[in-house]
């Protein structure tokens, strides 16, 4: 079982890396969510500011390795938007010899496995999504705004989980203050949903709770920092979900 508590995650650089940018740039997209403590608004100004700081970027020479982490409503919620913002930014840093690459939050909801496909094809290393708990305590806290009528989200994210991962990886981020039990429970539920199980396991992270901004960053320290292909450093099968002391 693929667990990961925060205080494992790989410990970043120290200090900044010599030609590298790091960008967290928030989208500004529609959610397919109604979270009660979300205050996020869509806001197409941001998409063109994140495009604009992406290929400034690009474009200094004193970078060499760009980084994205991107969040901000759901990146699947636009498909067309972001996939066009990830092929420009991709392109621009092929044709002057720097790599990309790049996370994406998302609610888990709106993607299907070919756009996921895309995406990574384009520089996206890694997607997060966030369950917190089983659905009696996930939904209530997440539930869905699709339609206009709020209903619980988990089920529909376990099966976009299931079917529409095509090979990406995928992390699983979880509220590290639900308790054992309720951490447990999430696990095993996962596990009992094949999520856990080769060749593409999914992985789940137990974390605190943070701005988006902040998970992001978490997720690039622990995808691209972390070699993803190296197992990205998950605490090995526990018998609980429990954060470690």
């Excluded at 410990?11 to 500004?28: E, K, M, N, Q």
């Excluded at 756009?115 to 869905?144: F, K």
């Excluded at 539920?189 to 901004?213: C, H, I, K, M, S």
């Amino acid at each position: 079982m693929r667990v990961l508590f925060h205080a494992e995650q790989p410990i970043p650089p120290s200090g900044p890396v010599p030609g590298r940018a790091t960008r967290l740039v928030d989208l500004g997209f529609p959610c397919a969510l109604a979270c009660p403590r979300c205050d996020h608004t869509p806001s197409a100004p941001s998409y063109h500011r994140a495009r604009r700081r992406l290929l400034e970027a690009a474009g200094s020479p004193e970078v060499r390795e760009l980084r994205a982490g991107f969040y901000g409503g759901d990146p699947f919620a636009l498909p067309r938007s972001f996939e066009a913002l990830l092929e420009e930014v991709h392109d621009e840093c092929a044709r002057r010899g720097k790599s990309f690459r790049a996370v994406a939050l998302s609610t888990g909801m709106q993607w299907s496995a070919e756009r996921l496909r895309r995406a990574c094809a384009l520089g996206v290393g890694a997607v997060q999504v966030v369950l917190d708990g089983p659905p009696e305590l996930h939904d209530p806290r997440h539930p869905s705004g699709e339609h206009g009528a709020a209903g619980g989200s988990f089920s529909r994210i376990v099966e976009t989980l299931k079917y529409e991962r095509g090979g990406a990886p995928v992390v699983v981020r979880t509220d590290a203050t639900l308790g054992a039990e309720a951490l447990e429970d999430l696990a095993n539920r996962l596990d009992d949903e094949g999520l856990f199980a080769q060749p593409n396991p999914v992985t789940l992270l137990v974390a605190e709770l943070a701005p988006y901004p902040v998970q992001a960053r978490d997720l690039l320290e622990l995808a691209i920092d972390g070699s993803p292909g190296d197992g990205w450093r998950a605490a090995g099968a526990r018998s609980s979900a429990a954060p470690a002391p």
